[in-house]
């Protein structure tokens, strides 16, 4: 379903394109949730997927994760098909945070960022100094040095994602996809989420796509803002070409005002209220 709408979708910004959705279907049995949509993600971007609930954020990015394949059209990873390309390579590129992460009862902070290193080790290859090392940049990094004894069952939501992010991190990925890093965590800790990984982004040089529901969190920290509905892209652009009133009505349901943040200057959108 393609939305008519002031915005029609513009084309990806200029750049190598790390990963590629071509004409993919995505479904759950025989539930389709994304059907027949494109959409290019270029090195060092910052992308946020944005749409109402239910529209196929989430299957998209699982889907770009290689955690299920589309039943039509592939994905790309470096322009190969990542359906053929052999798991350990994949991990190498790309790490996926899901929404929920779980680590095993009584695994430690140290532990669980150490698992990152498992896609660079093989019968050949042990665990080395070098792996130490990165581990411990990553808990420094990250400022979770001083936690890596602690189990993570007994973290706060805000240093969870920390530790996955310190994980993610030591797996030495140049694509990071995360999937509602944000959710449960008050708006304090949501903010020390999204400054990290905009730090992974601006410092580390990582290409980075997030699924967000906060709209003004979401124009404040991507560069670039992709908008779904039922299972559709519908606009892709800046935040200033997306986050349109227009935009806002058609795909949310929502009469809102869109005004410059004062903080950042980026939109802020002022709902009024639900259209239907």
Same mark, same amino acid.
């Given at each position: 379903?393609?939305i008519?709408?002031?915005?029609?979708p513009?084309?990806? /910004?200029?750049?190598?394109?790390?990963?590629?959705? &071509?004409?993919?279907?995505?479904?759950?049995?025989?539930?389709? #949730? @994304?059907d027949?949509?494109?959409?290019?993600?270029?090195?060092?971007s910052? $992308?946020?997927i944005?749409?109402?609930?239910?529209c196929?954020?989430?299957?998209?990015?699982?889907?770009?994760?290689?955690?299920?394949?589309?039943?039509?059209?592939? @994905? *790309?990873?470096?322009?190969?098909?990542?359906a053929? $390309?052999?798991?350990?390579?994949?991990?190498? #590129?790309?790490?996926?945070?899901p %929404?929920?992460?779980?680590?095993?009862e009584?695994?430690?902070?140290g532990?669980?960022?150490?698992?990152?290193?498992?896609?660079?080790?093989? =019968?050949?290859? %042990? =665990?080395?100094?070098?792996?130490?090392? #990165?581990?411990? &940049?990553?808990?420094? =990094?990250?400022?979770?040095?001083?936690?890596?004894?602690?189990?993570?069952?007994?973290?706060?939501?805000?240093?969870?994602?920390r530790? =996955?992010?310190?994980?993610?991190?030591?797996?030495?990925? !140049? *694509?990071?996809?995360? !999937?509602? /890093?944000?959710?449960?965590?008050?708006?304090?800790?949501?903010?020390?989420?999204?400054?990290?990984?905009?730090?992974?982004?601006?410092?580390?040089?990582?290409t980075?796509?997030?699924v *967000?529901? !906060?709209?003004?969190?979401?124009?404040?920290?991507?560069?670039?803002?992709?908008a779904?509905?039922?299972?559709?892209?519908?606009?892709?652009?800046?935040?200033? &070409?997306v986050?349109?009133?227009q935009?806002?009505?058609? @795909?949310?349901?929502?009469?809102?005002?869109? @005004? /410059?943040?004062?903080?950042?200057?980026? /939109?802020?959108? #002022?709902?009024v209220?639900?259209?239907?």
């Open positions: 379903m393609t008519e709408t002031d915005l029609a513009t084309a990806a /910004p200029t750049g190598r394109v790390r990963l590629a959705a &071509e004409h993919v279907r995505l479904a759950y049995d025989e539930r389709v #949730v @994304v027949d949509l494109d959409l290019e993600l270029t090195e060092g910052f $992308t946020a944005v749409g109402p609930n239910g196929g954020k989430s299957t998209l990015l699982r889907a770009l994760g290689r955690l299920l394949r589309p039943s039509a059209g592939q @994905v *790309l990873l470096d322009g190969r098909a990542i053929r $390309t052999p798991t350990r390579e994949v991990a190498q #590129v790309l790490g996926l945070l %929404q929920t992460p779980i680590a095993p009584g695994l430690t902070v532990d669980l960022v150490a698992r990152g290193r498992h896609p660079h080790q093989s =019968w050949l290859r %042990q =665990w080395s100094r070098d792996d130490e090392a #990165v581990v411990a &940049e990553a808990l420094s =990094w990250t400022d979770m040095a001083d936690l890596a004894d602690r189990p993570v069952d007994a973290l706060s939501g805000g240093q969870r994602q530790a =996955w992010i310190s994980m993610a991190l030591a797996q030495g990925t !140049d *694509l990071l996809l995360l !999937d509602e /890093p944000t959710t449960y965590l008050d708006l304090s800790h949501q903010i020390d989420v999204l400054e990290l990984v905009g730090r992974l982004h601006a410092e580390r040089g990582r980075v796509v997030v *967000l529901h !906060d709209l003004n969190l979401a124009a404040r920290y991507a560069q670039r803002l992709v779904m509905k039922d299972g559709a892209l519908v606009a892709s652009g800046s935040p200033h &070409e986050l349109t009133e935009l806002l009505a058609d @795909v949310f349901d929502l009469e809102a005002r869109v @005004v /410059p943040d004062p903080v950042t200057g980026t /939109p802020m959108v #002022v709902p209220r639900r259209l239907r």
